[in-house]
């Protein structure tokens, strides 16, 4: 069965830090991978998706991700955190017909 | 475009009664979902279509009916609503199989 992992349920990072964000998935094939962002009351927003080709992926509002096939991974990364970031954010993996999400990590940034 | 649209924002019900989140789409977009989402939980996906006509059961479709008459729009049904079924609901829709999905803002119900 498909699943998604965020193994961090809760990070808290500086304004200015580096982040990453870990997302492992379970599928037989290569799957389209997807990052979104969820702010407090709000949907959800596409940050950035993988389907095919580059394996590093660059979305909106200065994320990037990465996909690594022997890992089974595709973890979230920016260089700098702003304080504005602080949000929910879902791995999610999209198979046929379905997408499966992760549980989700929640960040903090402290000033 | 207005995206993915959804009424009511909010809702609280009594136990037992029936009632319908609205979603539509502007986006002639073949595929549709309902989530739930509670904390810790994520996303669970409840029903999904992939065109009008068309509609399939997800992880959790358990006292949930849906219907897909028109590409457009996507109702979910709750038929006896349960204190359990208070949560944060999502409609998404997208192109294709192979496609990001686009969320709507959401309805909040509470089932006392």
């Known amino acids: 069965a498909q699943s998604v992992t965020q193994p961090d349920i809760h990070i808290t990072v500086s304004e200015g830090a580096s982040l990453e964000l870990r997302c492992n998935y379970s599928?037989?094939?290569?799957?389209?991978l997807f990052w979104y962002v969820q702010s407090p009351g709000q949907g959800l927003q596409l940050l950035l998706k993988y389907f095919s080709g580059d394996t590093l992926v660059q979305g909106i509002k200065g994320f990037e991700a990465e996909f690594k096939r022997s890992q089974s991974s595709f973890n979230l990364r920016k260089p700098s955190v702003h304080w504005s970031d602080a949000a929910e954010y879902f791995c999610a993996v999209g198979t046929g017909n379905q997408f499966y999400f992760g549980t989700g990590t929640s960040l903090t940034v402290i000033p | 475009n207005a995206g993915v649209t959804q009424t009511p924002k909010f809702q609280v019900l009594k136990t037992g009664q029936s009632m319908t989140l609205q979603c539509a789409q502007d986006?002639?977009?073949?595929?549709m979902s309902w989530y739930r989402q509670d904390p810790g939980m994520g996303l669970r996906l409840i029903h999904y279509?992939?065109?009008?006509?068309?509609?399939d059961q997800g992880e959790v479709p358990n006292g949930y009916n849906v219907s897909r008459s028109t590409t457009e729009d996507f109702p979910l049904r709750l038929l006896s609503a349960a204190p359990s079924q208070t949560s944060v609901y999502f409609c998404?829709?997208?192109?294709?199989?192979?496609?990001?999905?686009?969320f709507g803002p959401g309805t909040r119900l509470t089932v006392t």
């Open positions: 599928y037989g094939a290569t799957p389209y």
């Open positions: 986006m002639n977009h073949e595929y």
């Open positions: 279509s992939v065109g009008a006509g068309i509609t």
């Open positions: 998404a829709s997208r192109r294709d199989r192979g496609h990001e999905q686009y």
